[in-house]
């Protein structure tokens, strides 16, 4: 059997929890359960020193961007961290040299807007957060921004709007990645039936 293709999910302080915890879930469900799919997750980060997320969580990252193996996905979650980065040229850098060797890379929440400031979705349908919509337009007027939507699938690149709109993407991802029926099984299995009691 081949080694899996891996999912990263990005991790920095100040990373809003349920953007990386939420596909986290969504996606090492598929991928401990039905490892014939040939899928594995890991999180990277700069270290593995513990990250501390937006309300507090600390996570241990897996993989340094160092020794991160060859992704074949790339999650950018949001949260209030995100906002360094807009101006940090090491870190779109980054960004630019990731999208020339992953095959397709995903944002939720505002890791749209850190892709914006990168230059990767000139000219591109994309979405984030309904609080840092202008923000994404001020950031590259010539993206397409759909505000309205919960994410957006522009083949290569999949954004996301606000935190529990990653679980949505992450779903979907699954159905690209290994069929809508595979999808409605991790559904299922980790029990996300959206019943709002407000």
């Not at 779109?92 to 397709?104: D, K």
């Not at 919960?150 to 949505?168: H, Y």
């Amino acid at each position: 059997m081949s080694a899996p293709t891996t999912i990263g999910i990005f991790l920095f302080e100040g990373v809003e929890e349920l953007d990386a915890v939420g596909p986290w879930e969504v996606l090492a469900f598929w991928a401990r359960n039905h490892p014939e799919d040939g899928w594995q997750v890991v999180t990277v980060a700069e270290s593995t020193a513990p990250v501390t997320c937006a309300k507090g969580l600390r996570i241990i990252p897996d993989h340094t961007l160092a020794d991160s193996p060859e992704l074949g996905v790339l999650i950018y979650p949001g949260g209030r961290g995100t906002r360094p980065h807009l101006e940090d040229p090491a870190r779109l850098s980054w960004v630019r040299e990731q999208r020339a060797r992953v095959p397709l890379m995903a944002s939720v929440c505002t890791g749209s807007l850190v892709y914006a400031a990168a230059g990767i979705l000139a000219g591109r349908p994309a979405t984030t957060h309904w609080g840092s919509i202008d923000r994404l337009a001020e950031l590259d007027p010539t993206i397409k921004v759909r505000a309205d939507d919960r994410f957006v699938d522009d083949g290569d690149i999949v954004t996301s709007a606000g935190v529990s709109a990653g679980i949505d993407m992450a779903l979907h991802l699954v159905a690209r990645l290994a069929g809508a029926d595979r999808a409605r099984e991790v559904r299922r299995g980790i029990q996300y039936d959206p019943e709002p009691p407000v």
